[in-house]
């Protein structure tokens, strides 16, 4: 069983995120055991304050090495992985994802205020980011890395479900659909109905390569286009369906559902 835990200011936070969905089926299966740690539990201040103002002066207010540094200590074991929310990170990833699934024990360390004491860097294993922008404090991103994590533990979901899911083959997922048939005029894909399988699974990579190039251009220019995937693009860029998606769409037309 993976144990996660969160070393933060407002424990109170993570209530709802760990009463919901996949998180709560996860804890129910003993997947995985969260731990919340209240920093402010191990300060030393006669004020109970786990904050100060800036050496030097600055705007905002620091939290204090003295609370932060000792409510690590009581909960790190040697299997423990230490990860610091911090811009300085490298931003995480699906692939990050999967190697922290691995680990036995997590701990996150969540800034808030203006940040932490310079100091606390060197007992994080790793600094981590969820993007370029600023947010009041490091829960919402511990949820948001928790959540990614745990899903690929196996066992919390179904692994066809991960397999198929952006990302995990450097594309973006192809799109999905359910019935009705219409909705507001709007149709489903005649090829998801054929009954051809080989013929869906290329359209589906097809869909992926389109939708990799007009939104993740960034990810697109890193991906490996096999023959095949040039063929498609081909087919992608002249508009027109191919002769292979229409053979499939004929013969598959006793199995279409309107």
Not at 34 to 42: A, P, Q, S, T
Not at 230 to 240: F, M
Request: hydrophobic share 35%; charged share 30%; aromatic share 8%.
């Amino acid at each position: 069983m993976m144990k996660i835990t969160i070393l933060t200011l407002f424990p109170e936070m993570f209530s709802s995120f760990l009463d919901n969905s996949i998180i709560k089926r996860a804890l129910a299966k003993e997947k995985v055991k969260f731990e919340l740690v209240n920093i402010r539990d191990f300060t030393l201040d006669k004020n109970h304050r786990v904050d100060d103002y800036p050496t030097g002066g600055g705007a905002g207010l620091i939290m204090k090495c003295q609370p932060v540094f000792d409510a690590l200590k009581s909960v790190k074991k040697e299997n423990s992985r230490v990860l610091l929310t911090s811009p300085r990170g490298k931003t995480f990833t699906q692939k990050k994802a999967l190697e922290l699934s691995k680990e036995e024990h997590l701990i996150f360390i969540c800034g808030h205020y203006e940040g932490i004491d310079e100091r606390i860097n060197k007992y994080a294993d790793e600094l981590i980011s969820i993007g370029d922008f600023i947010l009041t404090g490091g829960e919402i991103p511990v949820m948001a890395i928790s959540d990614s994590i745990i899903r690929l533990i196996p066992g919390v979901i179904n692994d066809e479900s991960i397999e198929e899911e952006s990302f995990n083959k450097e594309l973006l997922e192809y799109p999905q659909y359910t019935l009705p048939y219409s909705f507001n005029d709007d149709k489903i894909p005649d090829i998801l109905f054929s009954g051809n399988h080989s013929a869906i699974n290329k359209y589906r990579r097809k869909e992926s390569l389109r939708l990799t190039r007009e939104y993740r251009p960034d990810l697109f220019s890193q991906v490996k286009l096999s023959k095949q995937d040039l063929k498609l693009l081909e087919e992608l860029d002249s508009a027109s369906t191919p002769k292979w998606e229409k053979e499939a769409i004929e013969k598959g037309k006793k199995f279409m559902k309107k």
